[in-house]
């Protein structure tokens, strides 16, 4: 393989099955010369201008190919700090995949790997680890929050947050270093506990970021809400009634769900996924019972449980997980005038009344358990909650060793090592093998 700045990749950058346009893109500084022999405006082309033309080639077959539109971004000023051609054409996955097949033989061009187009973006100084990151997050965003999320990543919210507390660092240890380079001349040397309090800060603000990792995790695979209770109370109709479609069956037969199903709804532009489970009760049963321990599993698993019961079924007491916000609701409340006291919500699958209620009641929880980061900034990936707890034990042995009177080198050098954690959040220290893992992660084309 030639090394990255003598190669040009070529990629098909639309998602499969969309029809419509497709994008070809190219990168590298055989981008323009690839589509020369094709492309019946190569020499109009202007940087950032799209350019009409058609593409022909005996190689594309017999008389002209397709139409397109070419647009040239001549580098450094592209993506990846590359020339870049991207390549509009009609969407047919045959068109694509001809047209990509005809450039790979284009001298010093080759497919591009996953993430490529985006890893050569952060080679080249265009991006940091922490905005490429977003770029994927972005893609996968399944709703609002999440979008929202990755625009700010995006933008640089966690580049911006992470730059100031380095910059907080370098300051101490720039006050350090100077005092031990003049340690044999006399001059007044800070007291270390001078650093105590700028240190706190700086730790105080890595354990708010470390809070909003629980949130992060719910923005990438959202909220769980199982329906449990026991059999017969009516979770199947409930669940049914929240998603709008008659997806689980209901029968008059206590223990119809045997199996989990969940279904993902959008409540405050957060996903919701909820979960129908087996009812809970006593079965020797083979099937019901691998049913019963898989809805268990769903409680303990749950951001919010919604206990279901009716004037014909238990109430399942018992099984209530206490550090989980739960729901309890009163179905069937059309066959009975005595509904019991204290539940949440009282409701009839029958008629509809109170599922609004209910509706309300998720939204009211699912606002509750939004969190707005720290300036922002909401942690959503394992890889940064590992560098953020490293670095918050880095702080805690700074800490320590001022207040056991450590020496200056001693400080100066467990904070480099601090620095050093923080800095991989945006790439500046990250380590090869984390570079290729995180960049495989992405879609071949982006
Ligand atoms: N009258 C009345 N019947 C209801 C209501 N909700 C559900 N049912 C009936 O209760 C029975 C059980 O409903 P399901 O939704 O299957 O109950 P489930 O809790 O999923 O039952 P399992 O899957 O067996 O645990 C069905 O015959 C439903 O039509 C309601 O609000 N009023
Ligand atoms: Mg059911």
């Known amino acids: 393989m030639l090394p990255f700045d003598q190669d040009t990749i070529a990629a098909i950058s639309t998602p499969p099955g969309t029809g419509g346009l497709a994008v070809i893109r190219l990168s590298g500084p055989r981008s323009l010369d690839a ?7 190569t020499d109009k082309l202007e940087p950032r201008v799209a350019t009409f033309g058609k593409l022909t080639h005996t190689d594309l077959g017999v008389g002209d190919f397709d139409d397109c539109v070419v647009t040239f971004f001549k580098g450094p000023r592209s993506t990846t700090g590359e020339d870049v051609i991207e390549i509009s054409i009609h969407g047919g996955t045959y068109l694509q995949q001809k047209l990509l097949e005809v450039l790979l033989r284009a001298p010093g061009v080759r497919a591009a790997g996953a993430g490529e187009f985006t890893l050569r973006a952060f080679l080249r100084g265009k991006i940091d680890l922490s905005r490429a990151e977003a770029v994927a997050d972005l893609i996968h965003a399944k709703d609002e929050a999440a979008h929202k999320n990755a625009r700010h990543q995006l933008s640089g919210g966690l580049r911006n947050l992470v730059n100031k ?94 199996d989990t199903i969940e279904k993902t709804i959008i409540v405050a532009g957060h996903s919701v996924v909820l979960v129908d489970t087996a009812g809970l009760c006593e079965t020797r049963e083979e099937a019901e019972s691998s049913g019963v321990d898989r ?35 009163y179905n069937k409340i059309d066959l009975t005038p005595t509904p019991p006291k204290n539940k949440d919500i009282y409701l009839s699958c029958l008629t509809g009344e109170g599922v609004d209620t209910l509706k309300e009641a998720i939204y009211s929880h699912v606002i509750n358990m939004k969190n707005t980061g720290v300036q922002g900034v909401i942690l959503n990936s394992e890889r940064h909650r590992d560098i953020f707890n490293r670095f918050d034990t880095q702080l805690s042995g700074c800490l320590s060793a001022i207040n056991n009177a450590f020496g200056p080198e001693y400080i100066a050098s467990d904070l480099r090592l601090a620095l050093d954690v ?14 290729n893992q995180i960049f495989s992660g992405f879609c071949v084309g982006k």
């Not at 589509?35 to 405006?41: D, K, T, V």
């Not at 101490?172 to 506990?193: G, R």
């Not at 599993?297 to 550090?323: F, G, H, M, R, Y």
């Open 35 to 41: 589509i020369r022999p094709l492309f019946s405006a």
């Open 165 to 258: 507390m380095s910059e907080d660092l370098i300051k101490i240890l720039t006050v350090i270093e100077a005092e031990l380079d003049f340690s044999d001349q006399e001059i007044e040397f800070t007291p270390p506990s001078a650093f105590t309090a700028p240190l706190q800060a700086l730790q105080a603000t890595t354990q708010s970021l470390l809070e909003t990792y629980f949130y992060g995790r719910r923005l990438e695979e959202g909220f769980r809400v199982p329906l449990a209770g026991a059999p017969n109370s009516g979770k199947s109709s409930l669940f049914n009634l929240l998603l709008g479609q008659e997806r689980a069956i209901v029968t008059a037969q206590p223990g119809t769900t045997r």
């Open 295 to 329: 809805s268990k599993d769903e409680i303990e698993l749950a951001d919010l449980i919604i206990w279901v019961q009716a004037p014909d079924t238990n109430d399942i007491k018992s099984l209530k997980t206490i550090n989980i916000p739960q729901i309890t609701v």
């Open 422 to 435: 923080l800095g991989e959040i945006t790439g500046k220290t990250t380590p090869d093998d984390i570079l």
